[in-house]
């Protein structure tokens, strides 16, 4: 069609130069004109009847023209949560982000340095940024985004906005000069940068903060995409920023709508409806299987940051033993619900940290239903005990998931009594201690371990307490307290290595498998890739 088109210009140019030679006294006579006139007339028409046929088997792209995606969750929950949105809607950018191996990369923070006793970081801002609404990047922005964090700790949907958990040991932070600032910590800090990576340094505008640090509307980031409506339970949508400081978007407008049942989703992309899914949960394993083979749609899979275990309360019997935690551990077949239940998209592991960070290290998955009954009968002796098992109803592979497991705790004597619940409610039930078991998940808000570490094996550790683990161990607490004092980067990975083998010893949490990201597309999209945490939004187009 383009080079209908192309043609036909040419011979209307051709026809111009014609009847302007002759206008003008040129070599050519009037019937000469006339004939080389009618010739180019027919050339055109049948130019044109060529387009005609080529429109009518493909129509043209309009780049401009809005792409709707869904995700099963509000992507951005609004004023009320930490973080307004995502990052994986490319809204808010942080000072420091990551690459394909979870390594530190700058973004807004164009580089910095720690000082040789490693108590100091100074970051060196990256100017000529604009903020959505107009205002300028730089220390004072970022100096009131750390005045917002210090009023205390705001819950989101996503990961807590904590100061204390991203940047431990803060003494001070301070402006240098206006695109510099200088953070100061009680102890030496050399793996912060990994605490900073993405949710741990996001950057907003002062002017959307209310006097307590809450947003007073729409969140104003420096991203790609800035947002332009916002309906909660419904969509929201983004537009390009034209004044962003790196490579524009390629979509002009992406709708994001908010599709909770996951067969409602996978039938909106596969009528059209939507051209493609994001976010945790995307698409089932299941239903993504159905879609391999036709052109029409495309999958995409990485490494997730997220992790899939079950909680133990450990606050009560029986789990207040090491010997049922460790029996519950070997009863599992993880690699069975992997490949049964997940069709290959899941790795089986032990440890409680995430493989997506750089220092995660492997341990072999050891599954013993033997062992495991020994060790149970020690805890139980003759008798049986009956648990309480809460799993996510909304998620169709737990029930079956649950099942499962049922089946295998119930050859130690342990007996399940499933219940399906709503998220939130799940979690208020495990924080009364009102639980045996429970079904649960949780993603890297950044690069650095002690981060899970902290939250899921200190004695004062808030998952800990907030699910009823009930762990404790003297080890971890000193290990802890010596990493964190550690400036050597070797001394901190032994400690961070041996917190991990602990972890898949006496399991504060039983993992089951590390996820994978999996979303799937429209094929009439590119750049539509996975990555560590969503896609690269920005990427995302219409194909020609």
Not at 218 to 247: A, H, M, Q, S
Not at 445 to 459: C, G, V
Request: a negative charge.
């Amino acid at each position: 069609m383009k080079n209908a088109k192309k043609r036909i210009l040419a011979l209307l140019l051709a026809l111009a130069c014609v009847l302007g030679m002759a206008a003008c006294g040129g070599q050519n006579t009037d019937t000469e004109a006339e004939n080389a006139a009618e010739e180019t007339t027919e050339a055109t028409d049948s130019a044109a009847e060529e387009s005609d046929g080529a429109e009518e088997t493909a129509e043209a792209v309009d780049p401009d023209a809005e792409i709707v995606l869904a995700g099963y969750r509000n992507l951005a929950p609004g004023e009320k949560d930490g973080y307004y949105c995502s990052k994986i809607l490319y809204v808010w950018e942080p000072l420091v982000t990551q690459d394909e191996n979870a390594a530190p990369v700058p973004c807004l923070a164009e580089s910095w340095e720690m000082s040789e006793n490693g108590t100091q970081w100074t970051f060196y801002l990256r100017q000529g940024v604009k903020f959505h609404d107009g205002s300028d990047f730089n220390a004072d922005a970022v100096i009131a985004n750390f005045d917002r964090m210090k009023m205390g700790v705001k819950s989101s949907s996503f990961y807590p906005l904590d100061i204390d958990s991203h940047y431990p040991n803060l003494e001070s932070y301070e402006k240098v000069d206006d695109y510099t600032i200088r953070l100061t910590f009680s102890q030496p800090a050399p793996t912060q940068l990994y605490n900073m990576v993405n949710f741990g340094s996001a950057i907003y505008s002062p002017n959307c903060f209310d006097e307590n640090g809450d947003f007073n509307g729409i969140c104003i980031g420096t991203g790609p995409f800035k947002i332009t409506e916002n309906k909660l339970d419904e969509y929201v949508l983004l537009e390009r920023f034209d004044d962003y400081w790196g490579e524009a978007a390629k979509a002009k407008t992406i709708r994001v709508r908010v599709i909770p049942d996951a067969d409602t989703r996978f039938s909106a992309l596969k009528s059209g409806e939507i051209m493609g899914v994001i976010d945790l949960n995307a698409i089932p394993t299941s239903l993504a299987v159905e879609l391999e083979g036709d052109d029409n749609f495309a999958l995409t899979t990485t490494k997730s940051t997220m992790i899939r275990f079950l909680c133990l309360n450990g606050t009560q019997f029986p789990f207040n033993d090491v010997r049922m935690r460790q029996a519950v551990s070997l009863a599992l077949q993880r690699s069975v619900i992997t490949e049964d239940l997940y069709d290959g998209f899941g790795t089986p592991t032990t440890n409680i940290l995430n493989y997506s960070t750089p220092f995660y290290k492997e341990f072999p998955v050891e599954e013993d239903m033997e062992k495991a009954k020994e060790l149970a009968a020690e805890v139980l002796g003759d008798e049986r005990v009956t648990v309480t098992y809460l799993y996510n109803g909304s998620e169709a592979a737990q029930k079956g998931e649950a099942e499962l497991i049922a089946s295998w705790l119930s050859e130690i004597g342990i007996d399940c009594e499933l219940m399906p619940m709503e998220m939130t409610n799940m979690k208020e039930q495990m924080k009364t201690g009102d639980y045996g078991i429970a079904r649960m998940q949780q993603g890297l808000s950044n690069s650095e371990p002690s981060t899970i570490f902290r939250r899921f094996m200190l004695t004062s550790g808030d998952q800990n307490q907030n699910y009823s683990l009930g762990y404790h161990s003297d080890e971890v607490d000193a290990l802890m307290a010596e990493a964190e004092s550690a400036l050597d980067m070797d001394v901190r990975t032994e400690c961070y290595n041996r917190i991990q083998e602990i972890s898949t010893q006496e399991f504060p949490v039983v993992p089951l498998f590390n996820d994978v990201t999996l979303m799937a597309y429209n094929t009439k999209l590119t750049g539509y890739d996975a990555k560590l945490y969503g896609i690269e939004l920005p990427l995302v187009a219409w194909a020609e």
